[in-house]
């Protein structure tokens, strides 16, 4: 049987990507755990064609919410071409019941435990409408099929050592989605980290961990990082900030090559943070503990959100500088959605602050879909969207490349510095993220 994986996407910007930095792990993945003869393609959307005239017996859609209308529209061109089409991700996980209605059958939860029976029942044409997955143990997971990546991304190398997150911050749904926290044998990861069939040096050379809080486990970290010293890899991930705390490990963190991590720092306001459930982050703190990381050559890349309930237009500007003064060297900036499956979409929704005329498309993490406290939906928008093109204007994106020269190593300058012109470069030019109420959804 022929299977086409799809990792469905809707471009989020005036133009899309021709390239993009990280591959998805969910496509090859799943591709490593189809058993043989089956045949895989894995398709990236963003940066691939997708084929409607494939010659594949089964199609499986992979999607977030934001792209729930452009996943229903392929389903529906494939089931024109008398095509299987399975739907799965998160949405399908948190609104089964719609789902439903779109594909042949659904895959909630964490797809290993259900993915080789459902394949098994397509061929026995016995295929059940849900397959519900479970949390299973991380042993003896595959080898990502890397080999049936394209080769736009920057980062292909990507790989997991832990899944779930021990906090419970209220715009995430990845305690309900990924619950517990769990680790791989060691070993095994090391075993992902050696592959080295890429194209290009840097391809060879980066590894992105796609982890929600790679350092929970403070003793498996260090086990992990004291045998990753002798692969001389450059790696990045995502954690959180008391790993700045640490001496031992900000120490096992440089010796093992991390270029670059990533903290949800999300809002410089104490009643913001108590309102995300983010008690472990202190304003006071933030710029003593960037320090520390970038006393370790580190790049610090951070998360922060627009639309809590105490902000305001005037406090969501102030933010761009305010990112500069504690160090940050890339901001990721969005704004708050209420995804299901999170405390914040269940808060609103029984406030009544769910937009209910707005679609799936604009659950894309840079639009509005509620109703603020502090201002109205159009001006959340153009608050985030005057954020947005003065951190990355060329003042803050080159005074920020010039002063990691003085403490950044090789790998994250390189990091740092690429990130910086790329999205300068997107604010400079115009091509901000797309305000999806001034343009009619064609699944383009």
């Known amino acids: 049987m022929k299977i086409d994986i799809i990792v469905v996407y809707v471009q989020r910007y005036l133009r899309g990507h021709e390239i993009d930095f990280v591959a998805s792990l969910t496509g090859i993945h799943l591709a490593a755990l189809t058993p043989k003869p089956h045949k895989v393609r894995v398709i990236h959307q963003q940066v691939q064609q997708i084929d409607l005239e494939t010659d594949a017996d089964l199609i499986c859609l992979s999607f977030f919410s934001g792209f729930a209308p452009e996943a229903y529209r392929l389903s529906d061109e494939f089931h024109k071409r008398k095509k299987i089409v399975v739907g799965g991700g998160p949405h399908v996980t948190f609104c089964s019941r719609e789902s439903l209605n779109y594909f042949d059958c659904i895959i909630t939860g964490e797809a290993e435990s259900v993915w080789v029976e459902m394949i098994n029942d397509v061929q026995e044409l ?90 929970v486990n403070r003793s498996y970290i260090k086990e992990l990082l004291g045998r990753m010293i002798p692969l001389k890899r450059w790696w990045l991930s995502q954690a959180s900030m008391d790993i700045a705390e640490d001496t031992e490990l900000l120490r096992l963190l440089k010796k093992s090559g991390c270029i670059g991590v990533f903290f949800g720092l999300e809002s410089f306001d104490g009643q913001s943070l108590e309102e995300a459930a983010k008690g472990q982050n202190k304003v006071a703190d933030y710029k003593r503990k960037i320090r520390n990381l970038h006393r370790h050559g580190i790049t610090v890349m951070a998360g922060f959100i627009s639309g809590f309930d105490n902000d305001t237009p005037e406090s969501i500007a102030e ?50 879909t509620f109703n603020p406290v502090k201002m109205t939906p159009e001006e959340l928008l153009a608050a985030h969207r005057n954020l947005w093109r003065k951190a990355f204007s060329f003042h803050y994106s080159f005074a920020r490349v010039v002063r990691s020269i003085f403490y950044l190593r090789p790998g994250a300058f390189m990091m740092s510095a690429c990130m910086n012109i790329f999205y300068c470069i997107k604010a400079v030019t115009g091509n901000e993220p797309l305000d999806m109420s001034t343009i009619f959804y064609k699944g383009k």
Request: a positive charge; glycine letters at 6%.
């Open 319 to 368: 933010m761009a500088k305010r990112l500069y003064k504690i160090g940050v060297d890339v901001p990721f900036l969005s704004i708050l959605t209420p995804f299901k499956g999170t405390a914040i979409y269940d808060r609103f929704e029984k406030e009544g602050r769910i937009k209910k005329d707005r679609g799936w498309e604009y659950y894309n993490g840079y639009n509005v």
């Open 126 to 215: 016995t295929l059940r409408k849900i397959y519900r997955g479970r949390p299973l143990s991380l042993d003896e997971i595959p080898v990502p099929r890397y080999d049936l990546l394209c080769s736009r991304f920057v980062i292909p190398h990507v790989i997991q050592a832990t899944r779930g997150c021990p906090f419970h911050c209220s715009f995430c749904s990845v305690p309900s989605l990924n619950p517990g926290f769990r680790v791989r044998p060691v070993g095994e990861v090391i075993r992902d980290i050696q592959y080295n069939k890429f194209r290009y040096w840097w391809q060879r050379k980066i590894v992105w961990f796609w982890d929600d809080n790679l350092t």
